[in-house]
């Protein structure tokens, strides 16, 4: 069955430091993969996607993710983390069977010390 | 462009009383989602509508959980009877189409507290 793991449930780093956050996923076929970001009481955004192609995908924000087949994984890193990037980040994988859908991580919560 | 809408934003109700939610997509959007998102967790599809035709509702809880979209455009999911578990923000999602290339945006979610 799909499913992805998120293995850290909080993450705090300092602002200006750098980020990785860690996504492994568990699909058969060739992987959709997703990171959206959520802030308090907002929807979920779109930060990046990984389709095919260039295993290192740029997105929003200054955000950026490797995927390593070898390793199940679709890691999130940005170089240097500012205080409006605190929020809870979310891994996807987009799978097919009755339908399209998305299966999400359980999230990492990012806090930024000033 | 406006985005997802959803109201209410927040919900408190007695066990065993009956609730409901209304989405408006973005427009244009022929494809709607609503998830299910309990804390400490990732968010959970309960439906997936295709204009006003259920695409997927596997994991939508028949007995209690109901959705509809009799128009192809916004859409209501009602909990009767509500139980303890219910308690969750409720998502909905829209995106042009079906499939991976469609991006699918999110509202900011009603917070469901079941006493």
């Known amino acids: 069955a799909q499913s992805v793991t998120q293995p850290d449930i909080h993450i705090t780093v300092s602002e200006g430091a750098s980020l990785e956050l860690r996504c492994n996923y568990s699909?058969?076929?060739?992987?959709?993969l997703f990171w959206y970001v959520q802030s308090p009481g907002q929807g979920l955004q779109l930060l990046l996607k990984y389709f095919s192609g260039d295993t290192l995908v740029q997105g929003i924000k200054g955000f950026e993710a490797e995927f390593k087949r070898s390793q199940s994984s679709f890691n999130l890193r940005k170089p240097s983390v500012h205080w409006s990037d605190a929020a809870e980040y979310f891994c996807a994988v987009g799978a097919v069977d009755s339908s399209y859908k998305l299966i999400f991580g359980s999230g990492t919560r990012l806090l930024v010390r000033p | 462009e406006a985005g997802v809408a959803q109201s209410p934003r927040y919900k408190i109700i007695e066990k065993r009383q009956s609730v409901a939610f209304w989405c408006n997509p973005i427009s244009g959007h022929a494809t709607l989602y609503w998830y299910q998102q309990i804390l400490g967790q990732g968010p959970k599809l309960l439906i997936q509508f295709q204009n006003n035709g259920v695409v997927d509702d596997s994991q939508l809880p028949k007995d209690r959980f109901s959705a509809e979209r009799l128009k192809g455009v916004d859409s209501t999911l009602k909990i009767q009877p509500a139980k303890l578990e219910d308690s969750a923000v409720y998502l909905c999602a829209s995106s042009p189409g079906t499939g991976v290339f469609n991006e699918q945006f999110f509202g900011p979610g009603t917070r469901l507290t079941v006493l």
């Open positions: 699909y058969g076929a060739t992987p959709y």
